[in-house]
């Protein structure tokens, strides 16, 4: 199975969100490999959101994330978590996001939409390099995950 990087930023912290979006991922069964609170630098930030660098709200998105108020970085592990925890987390704009997913549950503005979940393979593993080290990833087996993963 594979890793994704989901990050709760800085308004789902201070609106206290922190526990329901933890627990959709938990309850879906995927493995929580890593998980820290921390104020990111901003060269952190920037380097985290390099691709977007020349759009018009990138200072502005540094400035949401690095704001003071801590963010939840987080590592999930589990069968297709990638595209799953995109599927979970919803739309960019909150406005077009599903009314089941994390943003279309609880933000209305693609400026402040809560949470950040890995796009791709590749994202990810720049993603969880960037934000973790190797020693921070716990590797264990959840009791329940047989059942979870069964699929025969
Ligand atoms: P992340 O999971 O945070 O990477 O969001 P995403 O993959 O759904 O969208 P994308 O990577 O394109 O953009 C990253 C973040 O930039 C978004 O989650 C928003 O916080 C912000 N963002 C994207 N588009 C806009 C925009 O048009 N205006 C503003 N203000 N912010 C934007
Ligand atoms: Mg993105």
Sequence with gaps: SERSFVMIKPDGVSRQLVGK?????????????????????????????????????????????TSGTPVVAMVWEGKDVIKQGRRIVGATNPQEADPGSVRGQYAVSVGRNLIHASDAFESATKEIGLWFDEAELSDYEPIAWPWVMADN
């Design 21 to 65: 979006i933890v627990s959709r991922f938990e309850e879906r069964g995927y493995k929580l490999v890593a998980i820290k609170s921390l104020t990111p630098s901003p060269a952190l930030a920037k380097e985290h959101y390099s691709d977007l660098s020349a759009r018009p709200f990138y200072n502005g998105l540094v400035k949401y994330i």
